[in-house]
């Protein structure tokens, strides 16, 4: 590939992600606006409205022959949007909700380049085990849970949680591969 990428995204899980679909090339420029989850929408539009404003902010910084990639996780549950904990008892309230049921993860995907930019989202269904008191305080000390969506990560101690997962697995670590490889065909680039 010719072009010059960039993954607007400080997120070393989606940084990973790319580097395993062959990107070796690409720039880290992490968006720095507030993230301002639309109201009332489905949680599809909330994730790629939530990416959309993260890509249009980073390529407002390059010209348009930069292929600009950005994203968005939220786990939601009963009509709830579950992000990024902001303290510890936060993370222990949505891993206490969590425990036992099935929950839904959704990350929005957008990209930009050539001036013309696509958005897409997927859903992963998630299925957590019970989990004690003592399991959600242990792992909250481990601080693995702080600066995730859900505040558990399925590709860390997280997995110790996770009974099923339905769907793209990647979609739980932040970054749909399978639907950013469509996505990328689509505009005439190919990763393999």
């Known amino acids: 590939m010719n072009m010059k990428i960039v993954l607007a995204s400080g997120s070393p899980r989606r940084e990973e992600l790319m580097r395993m679909l062959g990107f070796r090339d690409f720039e880290v420029h992490p968006a720095k606006g507030e993230e301002h989850p639309p109201l009332g929408k489905k949680p599809e539009e909330i994730v790629c409205a939530l990416a959309s404003a993260k890509a249009e902010e980073v390529a407002a910084l390059y010209g348009s022959d930069t292929l600009v990639i950005a994203a968005d996780t939220i786990v939601w549950l009963d009509g709830r949007?579950?992000?990024?904990?902001?303290?510890?008892?936060?993370?222990?309230?949505?891993?206490?909700?969590?425990?036992?049921?099935?929950?839904?993860?959704?990350?929005?995907?957008?990209?930009?380049?050539?001036?013309?930019?696509?958005?897409?989202?997927?859903?992963?269904?998630?299925?957590?085990?019970?989990?004690?008191?003592?399991?959600?305080?242990?792992?909250?000390?481990?601080?693995?849970?702080?600066?995730?969506?859900?505040?558990?990560?399925?590709?860390?101690?997280?997995?110790?949680?996770?009974?099923?997962?339905?769907?793209?697995?990647?979609?739980?670590?932040?970054?749909?591969?399978c639907r950013l490889g469509k996505m990328l065909a689509e505009r005439g680039v190919s990763v393999l």
């Open 81 to 177: 949007l579950l992000g990024k904990p902001h303290s510890e008892n936060e993370a222990r309230e949505m891993l206490g909700m969590l425990s036992g049921r099935e929950h839904e993860v959704f990350t929005g995907l957008s990209l930009i380049w050539q001036g013309i930019e696509t958005c897409g989202a997927e859903r992963t269904l998630v299925r957590f085990r019970s989990l004690s008191s003592e399991e959600i305080d242990r792992y909250i000390a481990d601080r693995e849970p702080m600066d995730k969506a859900g505040a558990y990560g399925a590709q860390g101690k997280g997995a110790l949680f996770t009974e099923r997962i339905e769907g793209d697995f990647y979609n739980v670590m932040g970054l749909p591969v």
